[in-house]
């Protein structure tokens, strides 16, 4: 049963460029939700989507974006890079209704130069 | 508004000693507390978790954390680590807000030293 599919696994970035980031919900889940980890931080909530719509938004700029598809699955988009941007991006999914059972991907690595 | 301490930034401890990572949060309302664990390069991991009923709780790995409201403090123990403990380990706490979004602590590198 495979878990949350993030990808890229690393990506490079110059400032002011865009960038989508991509992730795939454990089997049977229906909720994802999107982190932002600085090197050293804990884990900073973006948002979550369910049934295709943003549920829950975190304090980030409209810089950052998403999207759910029917499947499930979802993108993150960040416009207009920043150096600041640069974190590990994790995706965990889980199931409405069940409590807290989130699951966590890998990440995704962006450096911004 | 809701928040998570993590006491200590980095906890060196030998390989079998007992070791207690602590975690205070602050909340107005009734939370759900969480350890996560990560290992180099890879995501986050679920030790445990505290919803309701027993304050002693037993995750994974032999790890288990104790719920005190009013101290409000969420510590996690283990009586005996390995050298395969060594990671980064995050409090996180969630009201009953409905959607679920977790707020994490800083975190605390645990070394275990052989």
């Known amino acids: 049963d495979a878990g949350v599919t993030q990808s890229p696994t690393h990506l490079i970035k110059t400032r002011g460029q865009q960038v989508t980031l991509r992730c795939s919900p454990k089997?049977?889940?229906?909720?994802v939700s999107w982190y932002q980890q600085a090197l050293g931080q804990g884990p900073q909530f973006i948002f979550q989507?369910?049934?295709?719509?943003?549920?829950q938004r975190g304090n980030f700029p409209d810089r950052f974006s998403g999207h759910q598809f029917p499947n499930y699955s979802s993108e993150l988009n960040v416009n207009a890079l920043l150096l600041g941007d640069s974190a590990l991006y994790l995706c965990?999914?889980?199931?409405?209704?069940?409590?807290?059972?989130?699951?966590f991907g890998s990440g995704t690595r962006l450096t911004v130069v | 508004a809701q928040s998570v301490t993590q006491l200590d930034s980095q906890v060196p401890v030998f390989e079998e000693a007992p070791v207690e990572l602590r975690c205070n949060y602050s909340?107005?309302?009734?939370?759900?507390l969480f350890w996560y664990v990560q290992y180099p390069n890879q995501g986050l991991q679920l030790l445990l978790k505290?919803?309701?009923?027993?304050?002693l709780v037993k995750g994974i790995n032999g790890f288990e954390a104790e719920f005190n409201k009013s101290q409000t403090s969420f510590h996690l123990r283990k009586p005996s680590v390995h050298i395969s403990d060594t990671a980064e380990y995050f409090c996180?706490?969630?009201?009953?807000?409905?959607?679920?979004?977790?707020?994490f602590g800083q975190g605390t590198t645990l070394q275990v030293k052989p």
């Open positions: 909340s107005s309302v009734s939370v759900y």
């Open positions: 989507y369910y049934e295709e719509e943003e549920r």
């Open positions: 089997s049977g889940h229906d909720t």
């Open positions: 505290y919803l309701s009923g027993s304050t």
């Open positions: 996180a706490v969630s009201g009953d807000e409905g959607t679920g979004k977790l707020i």
């Open positions: 965990a999914s889980s199931l409405q209704g069940a409590h807290y059972g989130y699951t």
